[in-house]
């Protein structure tokens, strides 16, 4: 027998990581947990009915295990807080609590009034400008083929972080909520404008998300979009695998209901898939290996989008970790995204340049089809734009502008890197409303340098 020459030298331990999924009954280390077995806790009613809404509902759950002070932080953050808070049991388990300022989990769901940073003076609350782009309530269309039809306004956890602070979850003290569609009947008006616009190929159905909606709900919404003739292509879209992956366990009318549209859809020639939410490796135990293997076993295709966010996965290591686990669970990574310029969560943005060096990094280390594209979804409405694509980028000043010819010809989009990340000259011209105008008409002016001007949108 020939001797094989391994030229690569063997793989670090540390490339395999991604496999090492957290096992075993790790929730009982949660005090309110200690007695709960598996079958309970695998109960999506019962992950449902357990959520943490409250600080004292946090305090109950964790009692001995974070600091007074701790919990003092906390009650303060749920006052200045866009987002109403819910978090469930999974989430929760998930969690360090011996260093939960730090941990990636608690950050996303969890304010802490000591950690917030004053929000950039260029932001706004709906910066996505999606109610401008809104023809009927609940409806999107800003892009000529897709639209993004949101018809439930509740999640399983509440994101800090999340887009559309406008409009999801409960009223908070900072923010009245618009009201999106919310009912069958309200959801004709978007069904009937869908049907009426024969370039719309592409549904995503979101909100809000899709766990929340009853079985007969996903089924009426699907049926009702597949009988659109010209109707390609839908997405479900839902922060539940990441969160509550149990659900896909046991709640079987709701995964039943998801493959029955998923296969009428085949049968018709129409793709019907799944968008999930994961943004941190620890999101993915063997519980979400299960909840994945049932979707990829009833023939539902998954893809994920995450956010980039500081102390999350804003480093290349530990972007690589995440995309390398959902590849594991069949999971395709779709899109990173920059962080949105949302009210009361700037402790969570991170820059333009380190959402560049973290594709980078990321790039190479596994199939091009499990790579995400990083994106900036442009505030002012000029929709995703590959973050590597902006017409000009003063990194000193944290400002890059971005053009969308096929969304908005001629308008210039602004995207700010958060101040605190900036120099401590940077910082200073910020503090001046004179100085932070001409900064950026200056990066406008640049943008524009040989070419066409583009006018802010
Ligand atoms: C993100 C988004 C879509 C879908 O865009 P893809 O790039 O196809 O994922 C559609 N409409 C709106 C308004 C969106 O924000
Ligand atoms: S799950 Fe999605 S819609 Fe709901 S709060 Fe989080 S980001 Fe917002």
């Known amino acids: 027998m020939s001797q094989i020459v391994h030229k690569k030298p063997p793989a670090s331990p540390q490339s395999m990581e991604h496999r090492n999924l957290k096992q075993g009954e790790f929730w ?29 509902e946090l305090l109950a759950t964790i009692e001995g295990l974070a600091s007074p002070e701790f919990i003092d932080d906390v009650k303060a953050g749920f006052h200045h807080a866009p987002m109403a808070v819910r978090v469930s049991p999974y989430a929760i388990s998930l969690i360090d609590w011996h260093s939960p300022y730090d941990d990636p989990i608690r950050r996303q769901f969890i304010p802490a009034a000591s950690t917030l940073l004053p929000d950039h003076p260029k932001l706004t609350l709906d910066s996505l400008h999606e109610q401008d782009d809104s023809p ?20 399983p956890v509440y994101c800090r972080f999340c887009t559309r602070s406008y409009a999801i979850g409960p009223d908070t003290d900072e923010v009245d909520k618009v009201s999106l569609a919310k009912t069958p009947a309200q959801w ?14 592409d549904i995503v159905i979101s909100g809000g998300d899709a766990y929340q909606l009853p079985p007969r709900n996903i089924e009426l919404i699907g049926n009702a979009l597949l009988d659109i003739p010209h109707v390609r292509r839908m997405r479900f879209a839902t922060k539940g695998p990441a969160v509550m992956p149990m659900k896909l366990l046991s709640h079987s009318e709701w995964v039943d209901a998801l493959a029955a549209i998923a296969d009428r859809g085949r049968k018709m020639g129409k793709d019907v898939v799944l968008h999930t939410h994961f943004n ?30 500081r102390g999350v996965n804003d480093t290349p290591e530990r972007m690589q970790l995440l995309v390398r686990r959902l590849a594991y669970l069949n999971v395709h990574a779709y899109y990173v995204y920059m962080h949105d310029m949302v009210r009361g969560v700037e402790e969570l943005r991170t820059t333009i340049q380190t959402a560049i060096d973290t594709e980078k990094f990321v790039r190479g280390s596994l199939a091009g089809f499990n790579t995400p594209t990083f994106v900036c979804d442009a505030p002012g409405g000029g929709g995703k734009r590959d973050v590597h694509s902006f017409e000009y980028y003063d990194r000193e000043n944290g400002i890059a502008v971005y053009a969308a010819p096929s969304v908005k010809p001629g308008k210039a989009f602004l995207y700010f890197d958060p101040i605190d990340r900036l120099t401590a000259d940077a910082q200073a011209r910020w503090a001046v409303p004179a100085i932070q105008q001409q900064m950026i008409e200056e990066a406008l002016r640049k943008s524009g340098a040989g070419r066409e001007q583009l006018v802010p949108a």
């Open 136 to 155: 009927v309530p609940g409806l999107v269309h800003r892009y000529v083929d897709k639209a993004l039809f949101l018809p439930i306004n509740v999640c």
């Open 188 to 201: 004709q008006e978007a069904f009937q404008y869908i049907s009426e616009r024969p370039e719309l190929e």
């Open 28 to 56: 009982r280390e949660i005090p309110a947990y200690r007695d709960v077995d598996e079958a309970t806790f695998l109960d999506h009613l019962w992950q449902q009915r357990h959520s943490v809404k409250t600080p004292e």
């Open 280 to 309: 941190a490796p620890e999101e993915i135990t063997w519980i979400t290996q299960r909840a994945m293997d049932v979707l990829f076993q009833r023939g539902i295709f998954v893809r994920n989008q995450s956010v980039l966010i």
